[in-house]
């Protein structure tokens, strides 16, 4: 699917990520590109091709319904299997809606996934007074002969 093709989730995308399509998809096939944008414009692309099932059908079933066709051309046969068409589609434009909804709802904003990961831990030195816990008996000792072995 090109990302010519327009989706109705186009100005939600353009909303969360800053920018208009055509430059998500360049953004998207940079190398530090986020995982977010990929899938967000993977889920996308199926919502726009689906959408384009759905305005194929209806416009199938315009076509057959017009005023000026002859009505000896209509096929009630042809008919149920486009709304059968029609339904499946709609289905599958609701379930990549909802998953793109999801995607753009549950993710983190721009400016934090933006924001370089910390990788070293900070440090921190507290001294602790001796007689903050008591040493187990035996800590630190030597160990020596076992009795009844020779040294």
Not at 49 to 68: K, Y
């Amino acid at each position: 699917m090109s990302p010519a093709e327009a989706s109705t989730m186009d100005i939600d995308l353009q909303q969360v990520f800053g920018s208009p399509v055509p430059e998500l998809h360049e953004a998207a096939v940079a190398r530090d590109a986020s995982p977010a944008l990929t899938r967000a414009l993977e889920l996308r692309s199926f919502l726009a091709l689906t959408e384009e099932q759905v305005a194929r059908v209806r416009d199938r079933v315009h076509a057959d319904m017009n005023p000026d066709r002859d009505m000896g051309e209509l096929s009630a046969y042809k008919l149920r299997f486009d709304a059968q068409w029609l339904e499946a589609a709609l289905d599958a434009r609701d379930g990549y809606r909802a998953a793109l909804g999801e995607l753009l709802r549950t993710m983190p904003p721009c400016r934090e996934q933006a924001r370089p990961v910390r990788t070293t831990q900070p440090r921190a030195s507290v001294t602790l007074p001796t007689s903050a816990a008591p040493a187990p008996p035996r800590a630190g000792a030597a160990w020596g002969p076992r009795p009844g072995k020779p040294a």
